[in-house]
């Protein structure tokens, strides 16, 4: 699918909108092969270093998105892919795997350890208390809204402080539970050979993915805010989503809620701020200033994820009114 994705780029016989559903596919193709790798890779180092792996290399297709949409001046598709990457997890996905776990258990009632529901909703909130503050400076046009960027990197700076300190002790407590921790079924050479190619192709399928996406966007009449938040975001995901829910159908809660919380985590806390930092290299600068209605859905998501998981149960009620609200959050994107 990348060969194909790389001639739709660089032929005519292509339409930009069937570039961009190739491109899309290819992104979604290169993160499965990522995750395969990863997982292969990480049987070797335990269920908590293979969480983390898994969710640390997964989101490079994520990066590369945002990184090439930056380069392109394309900051609000930027933007909103990195927030619709928390939000598609938080909201949509983790919604799914709620209703297919407790679906599952006799009870209806989806169980799970709420240690890591609640690091993640710590990790969520303070990235979301850093946006709104930097919201509401902006917004009132005072004095700090004039030093936005420093205030920025000052954050992202601060923020993976604090996710390295979680992060070890995470590894330390040994309760995190990933999909790693069995009997590897590939070579650690041909899973790294896997991960360095499935990395590499996926760099220049964002590329391709976003050269096709501003022609599409106008073809088909959609917003930049819609494409970033629910079409870049879910293509980005696309592996993630359907292991967590396919595992919580299978009844594995514990590994269903650990593969989405990671993820949530992973990017809040990590890939946000280091993409803050890395736009600092790229045409136009990533800062911690949304807009108005995207601080209030990542503040008000931060929120209705700790109150539904936070207690280790769930009902498919709970994974119900998350979905909705994405629904909602999708709604406004649209006409954004």
């Not at 060969?3 to 005519?12: C, E, G, H």
């Not at 909103?80 to 709620?98: E, F, K, Q």
């Not at 009870?107 to 799970?112: A, E, G, I, K």
């Not at 990933?178 to 896997?194: N, W």
């Amino acid at each position: 699918m990348t060969i194909l994705a790389a001639i739709a780029r660089y032929t005519s016989g292509f339409g930009h909108v069937l570039a961009f559903i190739i491109a899309g596919v290819a992104l979604a193709g290169a993160a499965w092969i990522v995750s395969i790798a990863t997982e292969q890779v990480g049987q070797r180092f335990g269920p908590s270093a293979t969480g983390l792996l898994q969710a640390t290399l997964g989101n490079l297709p994520e990066f590369f998105v945002v990184i090439f949409a930056l380069n392109a001046g394309q900051l609000v598709v930027a933007q909103t892919a990195i927030l619709g990457s928390i939000l598609v997890n938080a909201l949509l996905v983790l919604g799914l795997v709620l209703v297919a776990g407790a679906w599952r258990a006799p009870d209806h009632v989806m169980r799970f350890a709420p240690r890591l529901p609640n690091d993640t909703a710590t990790l969520l909130m303070i990235t979301s208390f850093i946006v709104l503050l930097v919201g509401l400076a902006d917004s009132a046009h005072d004095s700090a809204s004039h030093h936005i960027k420093t205030i920025s990197i000052v954050s992202a700076v601060t923020i993976l402080v604090v996710y390295c300190f979680w992060v070890r002790q995470f590894l330390k407590s040994g309760r995190a539970r990933g999909e790693g921790g069995g009997v590897a079924r590939m070579p650690l050479a041909v899973a790294l050979t896997l991960l360095v190619v499935a990395g590499v192709a996926s760099a220049f399928v964002s590329d391709w993915f976003v050269h096709s996406l501003e022609p599409s966007i106008h073809t088909l009449g959609i917003s930049q805010a819609f494409a970033g938040l629910v079409i870049v975001a879910t293509a980005g995901n696309a592996v993630e989503h359907a292991v967590g829910v396919v595992l919580a159908a299978r009844g594995q809660a514990e590994l269903a809620i650990s593969v989405v919380k990671n993820s949530i985590g992973q990017v809040a806390a990590f890939l946000l701020p280091v993409l803050v930092l890395t736009s600092l290299l790229t045409a136009t600068t990533l800062t911690f200033a949304f807009a108005p209605v995207y601080v209030g859905a990542l503040l008000g998501t931060a929120i209705i994820v700790w109150q539904i998981t936070g207690d280790g149960e769930a009902t498919p009620f709970e994974g119900s009114a998350l979905i909705a609200a994405f629904v909602i959050l999708a709604t406004v994107a649209w006409f954004e």
